[in-house]
Nanobody, 121 residues
């Protein structure tokens, strides 16, 4: 079974920084894409940033130039460096990954349990 474990959330003042981590564990062949999503209370879960194994990235407009996604493929770990945080960044941040169990199998999609990020004004 594949598991995604997030860490690094917490409480920070506006303008501050945090780094989130997501570590994938279990038995699998590769992880083509990893992504961060976030969900604020009463709102839908939205994509924050994604990164392919080859290094291609996408960002939500609201976090461009403030957040940086990265991966350590050798460690099956993804990071989200968040800077210039704003109260509206407050949300539960979820790790998401497309995981290939074998070379010839289509990827399955997995979610972590989430980590809370709270930005105070």
């Amino acid at each position: 079974q594949v598991q995604l474990l997030e860490s690094g959330g917490g409480l920070v003042q506006a303008g501050g920084s945090l780094r989130l981590s997501c570590a994938a564990s279990g038995s699998f062949f590769s992880i083509p894409t990893m992504a961060w999503y976030r969900q604020a209370p009463g709102k839908q879960r939205d994509l924050v940033a994604s990164m392919t194994k080859a290094g291609s990235t996408t960002y939500a407009d609201s976090v461009k130039d403030r957040f940086t996604i990265s991966r350590d493929n050798a460690k099956n770990t993804m990071y989200l460096q968040m800077a210039s945080l704003r109260p509206e960044d407050t949300a539960v941040y979820y790790c998401n990954a497309d995981v290939k169990k074998t070379m010839f199998r289509n990827p399955d999609n997995y979610w972590g349990h989430g980590t809370q990020v709270t930005v105070s004004s």
